[in-house]
């Protein structure tokens, strides 16, 4: 299995930009797809946005389309969320995980998560 470390939290204010890292160990990287969730206080972790295998394909949460762009660097085990245009409600941990792949723009067969960042978002 691939192990996932996430780096990149931070405190910003409403409107800011921040960019998140997600480190994975191990030469299988590239064979799975790849994911961010989050989890705000008091709500269940919720699925925010994924890629495929080589990054040709993306899928995002209604709630995050047009702000927050996922990518991957196969040939340096990386995967990045950039987040524009934050909001106070996207104040929550983000968690990277690792999947066998995406299905109705989910997520799926997940086997690996990052052990998640803070963002926090003032208004």
């Known amino acids: 299995q691939v192990q996932l470390v996430e780096s990149g939290e931070g405190l910003v204010h409403a409107g800011g930009s921040l960019r998140l890292s997600c480190a994975a160990s191990?030469?299988?990287?590239?064979?799975?797809?790849m994911g961010w969730f989050r989890q705000a206080p008091g709500k269940e972790r919720e699925f925010v946005t994924g890629i495929s295998r080589s990054g040709g394909y993306t899928y995002y949460a209604d709630s995050v389309k047009g702000r927050f762009t996922i990518s991957r660097d196969n040939a340096k085990n990386t995967l990045y969320l950039q987040i524009n245009s934050l909001k106070p409600e996207d104040t929550a941990v983000y968690y990277c995980?690792?999947?066998?792949?995406?299905?109705?723009?989910?997520?799926?067969?997940?086997?690996?998560w990052g052990q998640g960042t803070q963002v926090t978002v003032s208004s």
């Open positions: 191990g030469r299988t990287f590239s064979s799975y797809a």
């Open positions: 995980a690792a999947g066998l792949g995406v299905n109705q723009g989910v997520l799926i067969g997940l086997r690996s």
